[in-house]
T-cell receptor, first 115, second 111 residues
Framework: DAGVIQSPRHEVTEMGQEVTLRCKPI?????LFWYRQTMMRGLELLIY????????DSGMPEDRFSAKMPNASFSTLKIQPSEPRDSAVYFC?????????????FGSGTRLTVV | GQQLNQSPQSMFIQEGEDVSMNCTSS?????WLWYKQDPGEGPVLLIA?????ELTSNGRLTAQFGITRKDSFLNISASIPSDVGIYFC???????????FGTGTRLTIIP
């Protein structure tokens, strides 16, 4: 199993540009999570999906952030327009049902820098 | 959102030393997990605990589920250079898909 695959690994963009982060979960996993990691806030849950349906987006910081999961093998997190304070490492993770019980598998992350 | 408190925030040790860290919560959990994050990578699950008082080992790592169910502990024996990284605890309860993560303990090994 290739694990959770995220792309790109690094993204540098100018303020105001649209940024799209991509994630391929582990095949057969029912849940997909998007996290943001910063030194100040640690790991923050942004949104999670169950069977491609968004369940809880209360962690999405503002309307500039949106996430989709068009099918079981692909999800995107979009920031439009991007701002310097969005600079962080964004992780995607997936799990089987009751994954909270058995833990998530994380991708390697996308390091986003907005200048 | 809520975060669990981990202590210490950072540790600087010499190779071969034993390491102890802990994680505390204001809420009760019935599942505790410990993750390790290598530099430039995502967190990786090390140990899962499901019962108060449970002690579980994974090689040189040993974790305990606190009796009060509000805390957990991780010990690393005879540390080696590859132990460097950030260690996170996480807690959850039955039927809850969301994990609550700790603030992390950063482990550095001094040559």
């Amino acid at each position: 199993d290739a694990g959770v695959i995220q792309s790109p690994r690094h993204e540098v963009t100018e303020m105001g540009q649209e940024v799209t982060l991509r994630c391929k979960p582990i095949s057969g996993h029912d849940y997909l999570f998007w996290y943001r990691q910063t030194m100040m806030r640690g790991l923050e849950l942004l949104i999670y999906f169950n069977n491609n349906v968004p369940i809880d987006d209360s962690g999405m910081p503002e309307d500039r952030f949106s996430a989709k999961m068009p099918n079981a093998s692909f999800s995107t997190l979009k920031i439009q327009p991007s701002e310097p304070r969005d600079s962080a490492v964004y992780f995607c993770a997936s799990s089987l049902a009751s994954g909270g019980r058995y833990g998530y598998t994380f991708g390697s992350g996308t390091r986003l820098t907005v200048v | 959102g809520q975060q669990l408190n981990q202590s210490p925030q950072s540790m600087f040790i010499q190779e071969g030393e034993d390491v102890s860290m802990n994680c505390t919560s204001s809420s009760i959990f019935n599942t505790w997990l410990w993750y390790k994050q290598d530099p430039g990578e995502g967190p990786v699950l090390l140990i899962a605990l499901y019962k108060a008082g449970e002690l579980t080992s994974n090689g040189r790592l040993t974790a305990q589920f606190g009796i009060t169910r509000k805390d957990s502990f991780l010990n690393i024996s005879a540390s080696i250079p590859s132990d460097v990284g950030i260690y996170f605890c996480a807690g959850t309860n039955f039927g809850n898909e969301k994990l609550t993560f700790g603030t992390g303990t950063r482990l550095t090994i001094i040559p």
